[in-house]
């Protein structure tokens, strides 16, 4: 018994013996499969990374605009009121509040004008009383003033406290200028830890 080995059928279209490629037709092939890897994986890599950068770049921005903007002039929501623990008098006049989180720390910037009777309300419904306000104290730290840009300038009639209260409940610091008697601004900054 004589075995045969089997041979690859031609091509149906006869081209079968075909001449090897020209080394110039294998630069040109190589060339043209190697550009379009690189713009298949490169393009959108270069996306991603201008996205990417683009993406970091606002978050910077409205960090600065924030920053910049200060004081929102009008009356924090409901809701962060009670958050941070600040009830407001209703007859409170010149508000204004700015609020500042991170992973750490929330705070809320309050600063508003109103009488000695909704000052002395205000405390008491804070958990405190106008007694507990020590005179010619600042109780508001450097950080949280420069953050909104207060000056508590020498030769005014200062007074503040700072009132702890159980977690998960905010820290309250209080500051009064009681320049003018019968109209006392109050400065308080609500910091809260989640």
Sequence with gaps: MTSTIPHQSPPP?????????????VIVRRTVTAVIIVLLIGIPAGYLLVSAEQSRDSGRNKEREAAAGGLTVGWPSQVQRRIYHLPIPLMAQNLAYYETNNWKTSRMHVRFATTPADLDTFLKDVGTSAGALKEGTVSIREHDRTTVGWVFTPGRKWSGLTYRQKAPLPTLDITVDRTVPERPWVYAVSTASP
Excluded: A, V
Aim: glycine share 16%; proline share 15%; net charge positive.
């Design 13 to 25: 279209d006869g081209r079968g013996n075909r001449p090897p490629e020209s080394r110039r037709r």
